[in-house]
């Protein structure tokens, strides 16, 4: 059964940093592209940044350009998204997908590309 699990939310200040991890169990990642979306109260679903199964491409949405990095490791089947620069507009769930069907990254890097799905991590960014 494949399944996503994601950690490393938590609370940080305004400036600070946080490792996010998508952990897969039950398939292997090599051959799924990941992405990282993101839902705060009140707003829709977005996608934050996506990685294509080889990790030579990646995706970032405008707003996280530069603070946020994504990368992975297939052989321990996890994929980390690195957050520095953290803002109180970070402020989320966090959630990692998983598709094989994804072709280009920086072309489908939305949520409905995506059928499998971890539960979230909570990312807080407050003082």
């Known amino acids: 059964q494949l399944q996503l699990v994601e950690s490393g939310g938590g609370l940080v200040q305004p400036g600070g940093s946080l490792r996010l991890s998508c952990a897969a169990s039950?398939?292997?990642?090599?051959?799924?592209?990941i992405g990282w979306f993101r839902q705060a109260p009140g707003k829709e679903r977005e996608g934050v940044s996506c990685?294509?199964?080889?990790?030579?491409?990646?995706n970032y949405a405008d707003s996280v350009k530069g603070r946020f990095t994504i990368s992975r490791d297939n052989a321990k089947n996890t994929v980390y998204l690195q957050m520095n620069s953290l803002k109180p507009e970070d402020t989320a769930i966090y959630y990692c997908?998983?598709?094989?069907?994804?072709?280009?990254?920086?072309?489908?890097?939305?949520?409905?590309?995506?059928?499998?799905w971890g539960q979230g991590t909570q990312v807080t960014v407050s003082s």
């Open positions: 997908a998983a598709d094989e069907r994804i072709t280009t990254v920086q072309a489908m890097c939305a949520w409905p590309y995506f059928g499998s």
């Open positions: 039950g398939f292997t990642l090599d051959y799924y592209a």
């Open positions: 990685i294509s199964s080889s990790g030579g491409s990646t």
